[in-house]
Every structure is written in structure tokens, then in C-alpha cells.
């Protein structure tokens, strides 16, 4: 049952996660209530109004609320008025713990694209019982990287012809026309993401330790380097990054100017809409297993016996612009509208 005013927030609409996702939103978003959130409502206003000439949609009457994550006043206003918060504001470890907490208290689920793991497994360490205790879900991490190769996984589950024995994942990206390639391919905010993510890594083994009993088991086997001078620079560029982050003024240089620090690869205005668009990839799921099925005991198989293959091929443009936002607002309204379904329940 509805007890609040919208079904669904975008906070840090204004931003480039959130421009893409609220763009997203206005055609998956049909018969929902749904607002925009951010601290500028100018911002705001501009957004609605490009995503409305975009999808030929008369979106001037999509709510907008102001929030500031400096300000938890405005964080608890906008919380209060919704079931499910998208939170694309970050950099998530400067201002994504106070609306978590918030949502708890104000019994809103959460959901982000978080890929900072230090944050993501920080949160569950914190309030991971409170939120069970309020019955609420806080999802972080909600992208590409987590729903791309783990649907497909879960697809070759069930249309594999027996029992899977193991799995070898190949990911490429590209560019769907080379002569368009080049230019940032990130906002400045991602940057800063991993330039945080890399200052706390010597943290999460403590944190890992309070969460699990045991370690997850390394991914096996590795594919072999195919240029010694690329895996060397590329060493050496994440070496020399890893270390700028361990120390607060160096991190402030290196966060400051992303696209020299980042090799162009990230800047403030982040990517032209051309390079979004342009930007393409291709998962290969290749699976080999056993064609018996179902199997009562692993001692009954060797890997001699391996008879059974099948592969299966994912593709789709800008894996952060495009499928990421998709992959966040999906899990949105599956929170909203399966509940029943989800775990715990």
C-alpha cells in the first residue's frame, strides 16, 4: 500500500549519473510517481526540460525537490516523500552514508551505482541490521559491473542442457565508430570515486574480517599478458595514483585535475553525448559442464566427463551512461513492485 507522496526520487538529478538516469526514467517511468531531487533547482529545471524536447514528452509538471547532502534537514524533507531513493550524488563516501542513514529512519529503500567498495561494505557493516529491522533494502552498487555478466550467469543456469561446471567471462569495449573516439569517457565524479575507493583499500580487510568468517576464493585462471610495455605503464600509472590517494594534499591535486591525472580518460564536463552513444560492449559467457542433470553428489563427475558447453553473448552501448543507468533504475522498481519476491520476505 502507497504512503508516500512519490514512488520514486532521482537524487543528484543535475548531475551526469542522474541527467542520464532521470532521461532513462521519463520512458520506463510510466505509470509511476516519480520526482527529481538535487540542490539547484535551475539545474533541475534545465534537465527536465532537455529530457522532455528529447522524448517529445510534456515532463513541466515532474516535481522537483531541493536536497543537499551538507544540509540532513532537506536530506530527511526529501526521504520522507518517497518508497524507493536513486542516489546519483556523489563522490558516495563524502555525502552517501547520511541519506542511508536517513532512508532507514524514514523507512525508504535506497538504491546507488556506488563501485567503491570500501563505502558499499562499510554501509552493510553499519546498517546492515537496522535496515533489516525497519524492512527496508539498501542496495548499493546497482550498475553495469554487478547485473551484466550475473544475469547472464543466471540465464545459463537455466537454459544450460545439465550441470555447469565452470564458466570463462571475456569483456571488451569499444567504440562503434573509431573516428569518434576521443575524448573523456567519464565525469570527474567517478574520478574522484576511485580516487577515495583507492585511499581506504588498506581498510577493507579489517572491515571484510567483521563481515564474512571466510575469504571469497580468487578467480581462476588469469588470461596471460599480451603486451609486457602496456601491463608496465599500466602498472606504473596505477601504482603512482594509488599512492597520490594515500595522502590528503596529493589526493586534493589529483582530484582536482582528473583529465591530466586521469589521462584524459575522466573530466568535469565529463563525455560528449557523441562519445556516450559511440561507446560499446560485449560480454562472452562461454560455460562447460556435465550433461547430467540433476546431480546428487559432486563425487559422482570428474572433470574428464566434461561433455556439455554452451555460450552466450551480451552487447550493448555506454556500459555506464546507458546500461548502467538502466541496470539502477531497474533495480529501483523491483524493489517497488516484487517485494514479495525479494529476500527475507
Not at 171 to 189: N, R
Given at each position: ?30 505509470d509511476?510517481s516519480?520526482a527529481?531531487a538535487?540542490?539547484?533547482?535551475e ?14 514528452k ?6 522537483i ?10 536530506i530527511i ?10 542516489n ?20 525508504t529503500?535506497y538504491?546507488?551505482?556506488s ?20 524492512n527496508?533494502?539498501?542496495v548499493s552498487?546497482?550498475?553495469f ?25 571475456y ?19 567517478i574520478?574522484?570515486?576511485m ?15 567483521h ?17 609486457f ?9 596505477t ?43 560485449q560480454?562472452?559467457?562461454y ?26 553473448e ?5 556500459p555506464?551512461?546507458d ?23
Open positions: 500500500m502507497k504512503t508516500k507522496p512519490f514512488d520514486i526520487i532521482i537524487f543528484g538529478a543535475s548531475g551526469f549519473v542522474g541527467r542520464h538516469t532521470a532521461f532513462k526514467a521519463a520512458t520506463i517511468f510510466k509511476l516519480w527529481v538535487g540542490r539547484n533547482r539545474k533541475l529545471q534545465i534537465i527536465v526540460r532537455q529530457i522532455a524536447e528529447i522524448t517529445f510534456d515532463l513541466q509538471e515532474i516535481p525537490l531541493i536536497a543537499d547532502a551538507r544540509d540532513e534537514n532537506s524533507r526529501m526521504v520522507e516523500n518517497c518508497e524507493v531513493l536513486i546519483c550524488s556523489g563522490p558516495y563516501q563524502l555525502c552517501g552514508e547520511i541519506i542511508i542513514k536517513n532512508c532507514i529512519r524514514s523507512g529503500h538504491v546507488d551505482i563501485n567503491d567498495p570500501y563505502f558499499n561494505e562499510l554501509m552493510q557493516l553499519k546498517y546492515h541490521e537496522k535496515a533489516e529491522e525497519n527496508i533494502y539498501i552498487a546497482c550498475g559491473q554487478s547485473f551484466a555478466i550475473e544475469m547472464g550467469l543466471n540465464f545459463m543456469q537455466e537454459n544450460f542442457n545439465g550441470t555447469i561446471n565452470y564458466v570463462d567471462a569483456v571488451k569495449y569499444g567504440c562503434i565508430s573509431p573516428k569518434m573516439s576521443f575524448g573523456p569517457i567519464g565525469s570527474d565524479t574520478w574522484k570515486n580516487i577515495l575507493a583507492c585511499s581506504k583499500i588498506g581498510e577493507l580487510p579489517r572491515i571484510r574480517q563481515l564474512r568468517q571466510k575469504p571469497w576464493p580468487s578467480l581462476l585462471p588469469k588470461q596471460p599478458i599480451k603486451s610495455l602496456l601491463a608496465f605503464l599500466f602498472a606504473l600509472w601504482l603512482f595514483i594509488s599512492l597520490m590517494a594515500n595522502f590528503d594534499k596529493t589526493r586534493e591535486i589529483i582530484t582536482e585535475y582528473p583529465r591530466i591525472f586521469s589521462i584524459g580518460f575522466f573530466s568535469p564536463k565529463g563525455p560528449d553525448l557523441k562519445i556516450v552513444t559511440n561507446t560499446k560492449f560480454i562472452t559467457l560455460a562447460v559442464g556435465w550433461s547430467r542433470f540433476p546431480i546428487h553428489s559432486i563425487y559422482e563427475l570428474n572433470e574428464e566427463q566434461l561433455d556439455q558447453a554452451m555460450c552466450l551480451i552487447s550493448g552501448t555506454n555506464i551512461y546500461v548502467g543507468c538502466l541496470c539502477l533504475l531497474l533495480s529501483a522498481l523491483t524493489i517497488l513492485q516484487e517485494q514479495d519476491d525479494m529476500p527475507n520476505k
